[in-house]
Every structure is written in C-alpha cells, then in structure tokens.
C-alpha cells in the first residue's frame, strides 16, 4: 500500500500544496492504490522536513520517499509506469524543464501570492491557522509568515515588486496557455507526468475558494480552465 503524506484539503483543492497534489494526480492517472495521511504534523515526520513524502508497505518492507520528482520517478520504475510511454525522448526533456519551471518559479509566485500580499493573507491566515488555539494564532502565523519573506527574498523572487511578480506569473500562465493550445493535455490526447505536475499548480489559481489578482489573471486563460475541469472531472469527480 502507498501512503501519500500531505497537509489535507484547504483552500477548496485537494490540498494547498501543488506538489502533493502533483503525486495525488500522479497516483490516479497511474491507477495505483493509495491512501492519504493529511495532517501539517507530516512536516516533522517528513526525511526532508517538506511535503510530500510517500512511504510504500510491502510484505517485508517500508520504503520512505520524499520529494514529488523523486516520488514519480521511484514510483514509475517500481510499479512500471507508463504514462510517458507516448513521449518521445525530446518530448520528455521538455517534459522535464517545463516541470522545473513550474516547481522553481511559477510555485514561488503563488507562496508570494499568498504569504504576503496584503489582500490575501488574511484568508490565507483563516484557512491555515484558524482551527488552532487563540493563543497560537496570535504570534505563530506572523512568525511563519515571516520565514516565508525570509525564504523569498533568499530565492529572490520576493525582491522584486508585486506588479513585477504578478507579471512574472502571467508570463508562465501564458506560455502554459500556448503550449496546451487546444490539445486536452500538453502532450496531445493522452495524459503524461507532466500533466500531474501542471495540474498540481494550475488548480492552485484556478479551483480555490478565494479571489485575488494572481488566480484572477490565470482566470483570463479559457484553455487553462478547462484543462483543469478536465482532469478534476476524469480523476477527482
Ligand atoms: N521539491 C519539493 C518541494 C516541496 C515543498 O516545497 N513543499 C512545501 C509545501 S508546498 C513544504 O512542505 N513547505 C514546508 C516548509 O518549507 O517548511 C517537492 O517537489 O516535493
């Protein structure tokens, strides 16, 4: 059995996280069996102190895996996975730097999006403190919140202005937009990885409960949301 380590739906997604939804989505277009532990406790538990991790129960063993690159790549050798069948080895090097796009900058301009631009943080706050005790709320989110610029301004993106980073954004959910064009999935007909990866972040901006100028300009792209409809329909329905 799989046991997929997330934090738990929030924000009306399947969790907050685009890289534990990325393995969720992953899961399912494979048809391998799993189940979800969610809990923010996770990130104590987890080998490289991030989500996700998976841990694989066989007979006679328990095989911990962090990390959602590591996680498809050992789970595609393990179970044989052949949702890149399809892909050319071209294709699959594309594949691969789109993901790296994604994970690397595009993931970052939705932490800024909700961390720290002033109109969202307070809903971000609600949905992922609002369930603790009162005196908890009143120092942890700020001090987290504050780690978060830290780590921002360490990547560099958080150096830049909020019109910059939301330029920034549009930039890839443009280029995203073009490259699926009028396909059902970026590689043509089929699903691939690739396709978990940019669903995984993309229903981030566009199947959460809450508005702000980040998902509102991914809302502009039609073919972005209906891809997304797509897979929930054919996998979270
Ligand atoms: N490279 C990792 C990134 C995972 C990641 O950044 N997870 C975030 C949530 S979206 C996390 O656990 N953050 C907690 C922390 O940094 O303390 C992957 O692909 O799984």
Known sequence: MINLYGFGANL????????????ETFLKMANLPYQRIDRGSNLKKSPKGK??????KDASQ?????????IIEQLTKKYQVSLDDH??????????LMTKSLDEN??????????????????IRQAFFGKFPVYIQW??????RKSVIKTLNGQGLGRHSENEILAITDKSLQALSQLLGEKDYFFGQQVCSFDAAAYGL?????????QDKFNQKAKSYANLIQYCQRIEQQYFS
């Open 12 to 23: 009306g997604v399947t969790d907050p996280s685009p890289f534990v939804v990325k393995v």
């Open 51 to 56: 989500l996700p991790f998976i841990s694989i």
């Open 62 to 70: 328990e095989q911990v895996v962090a990390d959602s690159q590591h």
């Open 87 to 96: 892909l050319s080895a071209e294709q699959k090097a594309q594949a691969y």
């Open 106 to 123: 595009l993931y970052w301009c939705l932490v800024y999006s909700r961390w720290v631009q002033q109109d969202t943080w307070p809903n």
């Open 139 to 144: 120092f942890v989110p700020n001090l987290v």
């Open 202 to 210: 993309l229903c981030q901006f566009l199947s959460v409960n809450y």
